[in-house]
Nanobody, 116 residues
Framework: QVQFVESGGGLVQPGGSLRLSCAVPGSIFRTYALAWYRQAPGKQRELVATITSGGPSNYAGSVKGRFTISRDNTKNTVYLQMNSLQPEDTAIYYC??????????WGQGTQVTVSS
């Protein structure tokens, strides 16, 4: 069973920062573009950022300039550095292949809550 394992979420005040991590199975990590998604309460899951195997990345307009996606090829891990967090960033964050996640790869996600 393929499993993506997200971590690093938590409670942070507005304006704060968090770094999310996602451990990806090696064969997938080396082959596919990877992405972070998020789902806020009562909303559909949305694409936040993608990164290709070669490194170029893309971002949703709502996070551009605040979030940075990166990958560590030695650890088969993809990261999401989130700065200047706002309450509207509150969501469960997931990683998967990008830019469209595969159903069988969705993990538990990691909760990010931005609140004072």
């Amino acid at each position: 069973q393929v499993q993506f394992v997200e971590s690093g979420g938590g409670l942070v005040q507005p304006g704060g920062s968090l770094r999310l991590s996602c451990a990806v199975p090696g064969s997938i990590f080396r082959t596919y573009a990877l992405a972070w998604y998020r789902q806020a309460p009562g909303k559909q899951r949305e694409l936040v950022a993608t990164i290709t195997s070669g490194g170029p990345s893309n971002y949703a307009g709502s996070v551009k300039g605040r979030f940075t996606i990166s990958r560590d090829n030695t650890k088969n891990t993809v990261y999401l550095q989130m700065n200047s967090l706002q309450p509207e960033d509150t969501a469960i964050y997931y990683c998967n292949v990008g830019p469209v996640g595969w159903n069988s790869y969705w993990g538990q996600g990691t909760q990010v809550t931005v609140s004072s």
